[in-house]
């Protein structure tokens, strides 16, 4: 091959990408986006009167009479749903959240092997009773705004009491259920 082919072959190349180049130059003069001076828009939702943080944690039944035939078993199963962030064995280590045995009647936002609880989780006090545990894990953010738990919570009041029944169990000394109220 001479260069005298090897130079035609270089120019059409050259001469196709031009014509590429132009063709796009054009295109974006014609049909140019018109981009919006604040990205994204605003979704207006209404919310119910009434229907704040402290209403969505309301469980509809007392946890008294839900742990009376609350099975252990189940609460096992359930508790795989919290595996991925916390462990449940006597002296486990924290993961995202902290290790769950002998959590019933402990401190709120202390005392974890050193687990760093997020502000409004220190902030909150009191102890993790049966209906705290109950109302949190129903509603996370509903029991605790600004907890940086995300799970969202159970809704079943069921499966709420099969759960709480098993963490009893996770306790050197399990804490005695409490007596339902008549």
Wanted: charged letters at 20%.
């Amino acid at each position: 091959m001479d260069s005298f082919e090897l130079n035609k072959i270089m120019g059409a190349v050259l001469a196709t990408c031009l014509v590429l180049l132009s063709m796009n130059m054009a295109a974006n003069a014609i049909f140019s986006p018109k981009k919006p001076e604040k990205p994204g828009f605003e979704i207006a939702i209404k919310e119910a009167e009434g229907a704040g943080p402290a209403a969505a944690a309301a469980p509809s039944e007392p946890i008294e009479k839900l742990l009376q035939t609350a099975s252990v078993e189940k609460g096992s199963a359930a508790a795989k749903k919290c595996a991925a962030c916390h462990t449940f064995e006597k002296n486990g280590p924290n993961k995202v959240g902290p290790n769950l045995y002998g959590v019933i009647d402990d401190e709120i936002g202390h005392g974890r092997n050193g687990f760093n609880f997020s502000a409004a989780m220190k902030g909150k006090g009191g102890k993790w009773t049966y209906d705290a545990i109950n109302k949190f894990i129903a509603s996370p953010k509903g029991f605790i705004p600004g907890t940086a738990m995300g799970f969202a919570g159970i809704s079943k009041d069921s499966e709420r009491a099969d759960l709480i029944a098993y963490l009893r169990t996770l306790a050197d000394t399990p804490v005695p259920l409490p007596t339902a109220s008549k």
